[in-house]
């Protein structure tokens, strides 16, 4: 059964960071584009960054460009959001997907086919 696992979130502070994982079981990440999104309470599931197989092509949501970063280790079957300077409005439920297809720099929750359970994000004084 193919199954995604994040981990990683918990309560920051503004300014603060955090280190999202997403680890695969009963299958490799190594074939997969990898996407995160994330979801706040009354709000839309919004695509935040994905990267391709190799991990040389990424895309990034404008609200969270030049502060989130993602990257994979691929021998070590996970992916990361690295979040830095982080904001209240960037408290959600965080989720990685992957796709079937190929890479194509999509942030479009349809184009992804595995979904983990989600790990909480909160940025809070």
């Known amino acids: 059964q193919l199954q995604l696992v994040e981990s990683g979130g918990g309560l920051v502070q503004p300014g603060g960071s955090l280190r999202l994982s997403c680890a695969a079981s009963?299958?490799?990440?190594?074939?997969?584009?990898i996407g995160w999104f994330r979801q706040a309470p009354g709000k839309e599931r919004e695509g935040v960054s994905c990267?391709?197989?190799?991990?040389?092509?990424?895309n990034y949501a404008d609200s969270v460009k030049g502060r989130f970063t993602i990257s994979r280790d691929n021998a070590k079957n996970t992916v990361y959001l690295q979040m830095n300077s982080l904001k209240p409005e960037d408290t959600a439920i965080y989720y990685c997907?992957?796709?079937?297809?190929?890479?194509?720099?999509?942030?479009?929750?349809?184009?992804?086919?595995?979904w983990g359970q989600g790990t909480q994000v909160t940025v809070s004084s």
């Open positions: 990267i391709s197989v190799s991990g040389r092509s990424t």
């Open positions: 997907a992957a796709a079937r297809s190929y890479y194509s720099g999509s942030l479009e929750a349809d184009e992804y086919d595995y």
């Open positions: 009963g299958f490799t990440l190594d074939s997969y584009p």
